[in-house]
């Protein structure tokens, strides 16, 4: 069975803090996806990155990074400098990389509430 | 940018009335996916449907849900009966059949069962 932990229930930072999110994993399988979404408060998700388990090296898009670590089973969330509009429920989410189903569901995490504050 | 939509966006309905909520998945995806959010929780997987079948469902996914693909762009999720715990934000995603391929997620739509 899989299984998304953020531990972090709410994180408030003063806006052009750092924060980091948490987010650790379970699975069985060998090969599997893990996904950051953003929610903002006007409810839709919005997919932020997808990370094959292959792939151990970290990515940087502008203010975000991610740290990916399989020993740890750790997919880790940065934002430098935060802004008002990085506002936001943060969820970690896991995927098979194959499914006999042929189908991908994904498994999220409880979220994590951002709030950045002027 | 191509997109998910849905509708309707927020819908009140009274308990054991039925309800459709539809979806119009990116052109090009070919599997399409219910997933629900009670208010403050998780995001959890209904259902998914391949080649006009259902190939996966959760235990949520009982008898009193269906989906349907009745034309060539909308994927509906119709509730029989509503119960109060139906109460929740209800999104529509879509990915092509590529291996891990990203989930495209829609606004949602939130349904109150009074």
């Known amino acids: 069975a899989q299984k998304v932990t953020q531990a972090q229930t709410e994180i408030s930072v003063v806006e052009k803090e750092d924060v980091t999110l948490d987010c650790v994993y379970e699975t069985r399988d060998t090969t599997y996806y893990l996904f950051w979404y953003k929610q903002p408060p006007s409810g839709e998700l919005v997919f932020l990155i997808r990370r094959n388990s292959f792939d151990e090296q970290n990515e940087i898009s502008g203010r975000y990074s991610w740290n990916f670590q399989k020993s740890t089973s750790s997919f880790n969330f940065t934002i430098t400098a935060s802004q008002v509009v990085d506002s936001a429920v943060y969820f970690c989410?896991?995927?098979?990389?194959?499914?006999?189903?042929?189908?991908?569901?994904?498994?999220f995490g409880k979220g994590t509430k951002l709030s950045v504050i002027p | 940018e191509p997109e998910v939509t849905q509708t309707p966006s927020h819908q009140v309905t009274q308990m054991g009335q039925e309800v459709i909520l539809r979806c119009v998945p990116i052109?090009?995806?070919?599997?399409f996916y219910w997933y629900r959010q009670i208010l403050g929780q998780k995001v959890e997987f209904l259902v998914s449907f391949y080649n006009n079948e259902i190939s996966e469902k959760s235990e949520i996914f009982d008898d009193q849900f269906s989906v349907e693909r009745p034309d060539g762009s909308n994927f509906t999720l119709k509730i029989r009966s509503t119960k109060l715990e139906d109460s929740a934000m209800y999104f529509c995603?879509?990915?092509?059949?590529?291996?891990?391929?990203?989930?495209?997620f829609g606004e949602g739509s939130w349904l109150t069962v009074v």
């Open positions: 989410a896991l995927s098979a990389a194959y499914s006999g189903a042929g189908s991908y569901q994904l498994t």
């Open positions: 052109s090009n995806h070919l599997y």
């Open positions: 995603a879509s990915s092509t059949q590529v291996s891990g391929n990203t989930i495209y």
